[in-house]
């Protein structure tokens, strides 16, 4: 395989499927059998989920609900999001352990550094949830903190498109893609492909992404093994 340890990030909207709230339990067996067969191929795997298909704090500010409240809501709805996932890892029999930023031990392990990375050498799927536990943090800053604490590899970001591309390919159809591009290039040409504290976290701390079509059956082992996949966010 071409990596050994990876982080995996999904927003909450992939979760819904067709749905317009919530989550779509084919979709989330889909991605939880993507994750089996990466598991099964010898990758350490760890996950953070977003929390938009059920609730986005940042959108409350202007409906009279205070900031730091809402971005605490945020957080429970990422936790939500990771113990179904778990759900689905687990009837596929992949073992797995939720940790959470947010201490709730009726549910979830806390966030311990060095047992996240003992669960991920024994084979479990880490599924980090809560966020970092503060508010104005975006998930992807979660994910990137994540990553960089456990020592993974790569970031994978599963998104709805198969990669980064020259404008929104959903909205311009002369958008062309890019299969590698350098970090610099990224700040250069403004894209947006995480929020800017996340990515400059990993262009600091050397670690590179992975921008790919999740929804695509096998894209993530395809990845693994070393083909060409979605686009490389490198140095």
Not at 37 to 66: K, P, S, Y
Not at 72 to 94: D, P, R, Y
């Amino acid at each position: 395989m071409k990596y050994n340890r990876i982080l995996l990030k999904l927003s909450g909207e992939s979760l819904m499927g067709s749905k317009q709230f919530g989550i779509d339990t084919e979709k989330l067996s889909s991605y939880a059998l993507e994750i089996k067969q990466a598991v099964e191929a010898g990758v350490e795997v760890a996950v953070v989920i977003g929390g938009g298909n059920i609730f986005r704090g940042v959108q409350v500010e202007g409906e009279g609900l205070d900031r730091v409240q809402g971005d605490h809501m945020g957080m429970l709805a990422t936790i939500i999001n990771g113990m179904a996932l778990q759900s689905s890892l687990e009837k596929e029999g992949v073992k797995t352990r939720l940790m959470t930023a947010i201490k709730m031990e009726q549910v979830a392990e806390p966030y311990i550094r060095r047992r996240a990375i003992r669960h991920l050498q024994k084979g479990r799927v880490v599924i980090f949830g809560g966020g970092t536990g503060n508010p104005y943090f975006t998930t992807d800053t979660a994910a990137t903190l994540r990553a960089i604490e456990i020592e993974a590899d790569i970031i994978l970001k599963g998104t709805r498109v198969d990669g980064i591309y020259t404008a929104d390919p959903e909205k311009d159809k002369t958008a062309t893609k890019y299969d590698t591009i350098s970090f610099k290039e990224v700040y250069e040409k403004g894209l947006n492909i995480m929020d800017m504290t996340a990515f400059t976290l990993c262009n600091e701390n050397k670690l590179p992404i992975v921008v790919f079509d999740i929804n695509k059956s096998q894209n993530l082992i395809k990845m693994l093994k070393g083909e060409s996949v979605g686009t490389l966010v490198n140095f």
